[in-house]
């Protein structure tokens, strides 16, 4: 059969030739619709990674610290925690000035160690940042000093003072729309190391409630 005669075969279907390329065209259209739906079909995660749960931030006034309760633990206003001695009046003043004005307190005391958390609401996370930032600013005025205090998460920031009678760690950060300070205070001063030591476990319990965000 020559050149021509192939496509006047295709054109008038003589010896059955047109129907077995329609049909298969047709096979063909099948598996490239297949293909396509294979490609673009089923479960999202196959093209493109998950994105990740969200953080559950949980009551400050449920966690559970170890050693023995301190009985002024509770949610109060800043004047109020003035008057259980919670907070000094300076520290008060340097909150108020920052935007603070309540709070969820949670202390312990174990032997010569006390445990501290301190949670401050805000009004959504935009502002517990700035809180957050604040807080920290507030706590270098009463000159405790910038620290590194290594296993604590990144966006905890640390500071401390060290002295014969009392020694204090404490890390700041921010947990949704709560800015939260953690802090562990030895009296009298005992090995730095072992103090950082506690800090990291307090994070890490209070962050199963308020994890850093």
């Given at each position: 059969m020559q050149g021509h005669e192939v496509f006047a075969v295709a054109a008038d279907g003589t010896g059955g030739n047109r129907n077995?390329?329609?049909?298969?065209?047709?096979?063909?259209?099948v598996i490239a619709g297949l293909v396509w739906w294979l490609a673009f079909s089923g479960d999202p995660g196959d093209r493109q990674q998950a994105a990740p749960p969200a953080v559950q931030v949980g009551d400050p006034a449920t966690i559970t610290l170890p050693g023995t309760p301190d009985p002024r633990s509770g949610t109060m206003s800043l004047s109020q925690a003035q008057s259980a001695n919670v907070f000094s009046a300076r520290e008060v003043?340097?909150?108020?000035?920052?935007?603070?004005?309540?709070?969820?307190?949670?202390?312990?005391?174990?032997g010569t160690t006390a445990y501290l958390v301190q949670a401050f609401?805000?009004?959504?996370?935009?502002?517990?940042?700035?809180?957050?930032?604040?807080?920290?600013?507030?706590?270098?005025?009463l000159s405790f000093a910038d620290k590194e205090v290594e296993g604590?998460?990144?966006a905890a920031r640390a500071v401390?003072?060290?002295?014969?009678?009392?020694?204090l760690a404490r890390a700041v950060y921010t947990a949704g729309t709560w800015t939260v300070q953690v802090s562990v205070l030895q009296s009298p001063s005992g090995d730095p190391a072992v103090l950082d030591e506690q800090l990291r476990t307090l994070v890490e319990t209070v962050g199963k409630t308020l994890p850093v965000t």
């Open positions: 077995r390329v329609l049909v298969a065209l047709g096979a063909l259209v003043g340097l909150l108020s000035a920052v935007g603070v004005n309540a709070v969820t307190y949670v202390g312990s005391y174990e609401p805000n009004s959504d996370a935009a502002a517990a940042a700035t809180t957050t930032t604040g807080v920290l600013d507030a706590n270098r005025k604590l998460p990144p401390g003072t060290q002295g014969p009678k009392s020694s």
